[in-house]
Nanobody
Framework: QVQLVETGGGLVQSGGSLRLSCAAS????????MGWYRQALGKEREFVAI????????RYTGSVKGRFTISSDNAKKTVYLQMNSLKPEDTAVYYC????????????WGQGTQVTVSS
């Protein structure tokens, strides 16, 4: 079991920045890939970004490339999502997730943190 706790959401104006953090605990070695997903009101949950625990592998969805950066601090068992140039369409609940592989579906989820971008 891996437990995930997100922090860092909030309200920001369009063009602003936020950094989300996800602290992992438990059997983190069993889930070496961690990522972020988001779900906007009335929409399905979508993939945002993923990284390996070493930070050597990263992948992003197209709409956030060049604006968001995912990183990991292995010693702290924490993954970050730096979000710059935020747009109103980035408004969503952001979830941290952990997976066995870079392509496998996550099976551990955090509780989510709300990000709201005003225009």
């Amino acid at each position: 079991q891996v437990q995930l706790v997100e922090t860092g959401g909030g309200l920001v104006q369009s063009g602003g920045s936020l950094r989300l953090s996800c602290a992992a605990s438990g059997r983190t070695y069993s889930r070496p890939y961690m990522g972020w997903y988001r779900q906007a009101l009335g929409k399905e949950r979508e993939f945002v970004a993923i990284t390996s625990s070493s930070g050597t592998y990263t992948r992003y969805t197209g709409s956030v490339k060049g604006r968001f950066t995912i990183s990991s601090d292995n010693a702290k068992k924490t993954v970050y999502l730096q979000m710059n140039s935020l747009k109103p369409e980035d408004t969503a609940v952001y979830y941290c997730a952990a997976a066995v592989s870079r392509t496998g579906a996550p099976d551990s989820w955090g509780q989510g943190t709300q990000v709201t971008v005003s225009s």
